[in-house]
């Protein structure tokens, strides 16, 4: 097997070239693009969030029991293993 080269005309090669600085133009263009994108669809999610204003705020409950145990959000008061459907 013998390698044999092949030669092309000049104004072919020179298409291909023209075609491939094209096309490597377009695809920075694009990146260029998707990043601008990127950091406005960034910079508008965070101005959408500013809008709102969070508060913490924290609930303190008392309770008072006579030796009962209290659950909360059950409903039901538990007085030595019976409750008050029970009595």
Request: charged share 25%.
């Amino acid at each position: 097997m013998s390698k044999e080269s092949v030669s092309i005309p000049y104004y072919v090669a020179e298409g291909m070239s023209d075609r491939l600085s094209a096309t490597n133009k377009r695809l920075w263009i694009l990146c260029i693009l998707l990043i601008v994108l990127l950091v406005g669809s960034n910079a508008l999610w965070i101005l959408y969030e500013s809008q709102f204003m969070y508060y913490e705020q924290s609930v303190e409950q008392e309770i008072e029991s006579e030796g009962n145990t209290t659950v909360i959000g059950i409903g039901d008061n538990y007085d030595k293993g019976e409750t008050k459907r029970d009595r």
